[in-house]
């Protein structure tokens, strides 16, 4: 400890106890030898025990002013030896000549102020400070008193009251309160321990929370790494807080909600703002920390709120391996989207995802459920088309125009539209699709245009299609990208914009079919 290494009473080479005459000699004999520029020793200088010591004509100056008021001669004496009895002087006999433990052994054949001092002071030597603690709420409880007596003398205006505190607020100086505050027993010293700590913890808490609320604005990657700083960095603070505080203390309630709910917004920040793949992971990491950390209960209904929506969000994510690909799949949906509910937009969408399909099924494998909802979802929005480009003929008066007038040009067109319809169709059956999907959507739409196209001459005959009435297909999910979804602690909205897969391909076109046929013959 500092305070031992450098303190005073060793600096001038006495005890604590020692006589006015013994200080004045040994202040002579120092200056003489530094006059000179040669260096003093004493036998308390315990070489070999402590460090060596260094003195100049200031400290040795030093030293003195700092023993001028008594309030100082015992702050210093706490942290030195005492010399009051005979077994003292055989200890120190036994210290000097470097026998640490024999002189432990001697003092603790009797308990004297002197002793227990003596003791207390060793264990700090060998950095014992459960025992160091143990030896001060002896000697302060039951000596306090003689212990000022053989500092100061019988008549000293100085009391015992204070020895305590000033014990402990040296050990906060120089350790770290949980390094020592378990050791202590006294219910008194716990609670000043905790008050001296508090603050001093709660004020680094407080001032991290403004470091990273600074970083508001600055992005999504800015916001991540300030929430993941101010996780890392307050955690010791925070447990140590709490060996203090109870946590039904509304002091440890705020600082903790405060806390928890800024790493809290710092994760929908990064989320909302970022264009990363897995965002909705990494933000959970500061979410769920929150979580842990919150006391109140709005605080606490806040972040379960976020937690819930990052779950439902992480539960659609892709699997990591394939993250570039879906990445792609979904811009490719967007963009066919904003795009008319045409037949050929939907052979550019089938052809253009069909390399990402290809790449998924390779790493997960054909019976994967993520890449059969995927490949699902491909081929629903194109059915769509598909089925809106076929149903529009009934609406299109230039075709029921030519159905009264030009029934040839009529069939023409409609053939065209089949003919692109059931091309599309062909590479459709090359997805694999869920099976709910397939069987009660994609295949009665399929039976249904298969039977247009033959009624009106369209061939549907491919010795190159790999349909199977058996393969696997699945039904319909959001065809919405992560990207566009946002959210925040006022709101949970988990809004899906279902794909409108189209129903089966309508009757009246199949009336017109009939008439058409008809009125050619």
């Given at each position: ?388 480009e076929v149903n529009a003929l009934q609406n299109d008066s230039t075709f029921q125009l030519n ?119």
């Amino acid at each position: 400890m500092n305070i031992i290494n450098n303190n005073p009473y060793r600096q001038l080479g006495v005890y604590s106890t020692s006589s006015q005459r013994d200080v004045i000699a040994n202040q002579g004999k120092m200056k003489a030898f530094l006059r000179v520029g040669s260096q003093v020793s004493f036998p308390l200088d315990l070489n070999g025990l402590l460090p060596e010591i260094s003195r100049t004509e200031q400290s040795v100056a030093d030293a003195t002013s700092k023993l001028t008021l008594p309030a100082e001669q015992l702050k210093y004496a706490q942290f030195w030896f005492a010399k009051c009895t005979q077994l003292d002087e055989i200890a120190f006999g036994k210290l000097i000549n470097g026998d640490f433990d024999g002189a432990i052994n001697i003092w603790n054949k009797k308990v004297t102020a002197s002793s227990l001092q003596n003791l207390l002071v060793c264990a700090l030597m060998k950095n014992q400070l459960g025992d160091a603690i143990n030896y001060a709420q002896s000697l302060y409880n039951s000596y306090g008193n003689k212990f000022v007596e053989i500092v100061l003398g019988e008549n000293a205006l100085a009391t015992s009251e204070n020895l305590a505190h000033d014990f402990l607020n040296v050990l906060c100086e120089e350790f770290k309160p949980d390094q020592f505050v378990g050791f202590i027993t006294n219910e008194e010293w716990k609670e000043y321990v905790g008050s001296k700590s508090i603050k001093p913890l709660v004020d680094k808490i407080l001032t991290d929370i403004d470091v990273c609320k600074s970083s508001k604005g600055e992005g999504a990657t800015a916001r991540l790494n300030a929430g993941t700083k101010l996780m890392n960095n307050t955690k010791n603070n925070l447990a140590q807080l709490k060996q203090y505080v109870s946590t039904t203390d509304i002091q440890y309630q705020m600082i903790a909600d405060k806390l928890g709910l800024e790493i809290l917004q710092c994760g929908i920040d990064y989320y909302n703002d970022s264009e990363e793949p897995d965002a909705a992971r990494k933000a959970m990491v500061l979410q769920k920390y929150a979580q842990s950390v919150v006391i109140g209960k709005m605080a606490k209904d806040r972040c379960k709120e976020n937690v819930d929506i990052l779950t439902k969000i992480i539960a659609q994510l892709p699997p990591s391996q394939v993250f570039a690909e879906d990445k792609a799949i979904k811009a490719e949906l967007r963009k066919y989207s904003n795009l008319p509910d045409k037949i050929s937009h939907a052979v550019t969408l089938l052809n253009s995802t069909k390399p990402h399909l290809l790449s998924i099924k390779n790493k997960l494998g054909a019976s994967n459920s993520y890449y059969l909802k995927i490949s699902t979802q491909i081929v629903g929005n194109a059915l769509h088309n598909v089925i809106e480009e076929v149903n529009a003929l009934q609406n299109d008066s230039t075709f029921q125009l030519n159905m009264i007038i030009n029934k040839t040009l009529a069939l023409s067109s409609l053939q065209s539209v089949l003919r692109s319809a059931w091309n599309a169709t062909k590479i459709m059956d090359s997805f694999d699709m869920e099976s709910d999907f397939k069987n009660n959507r994609y295949n009665e739409n399929r039976k249904t245009l298969s039977n247009m196209c033959r009624q009106v001459g369209v061939s549907t005959y491919s010795s190159t299609s790999s349909y199977s009435s058996t393969s696997r297909s699945y039904s319909s999910i959001n065809s919405s990208s992560r990207a566009s979804t946002s959210y925040s602690s006022s709101s949970s909205s988990d809004s899906s914009d279902d794909t409108n897969w189209g129903c089966i391909l309508v009757a009246i076109v199949v009336f017109v079919i009939f008439c058409i046929i008809a009125s050619s013959k």
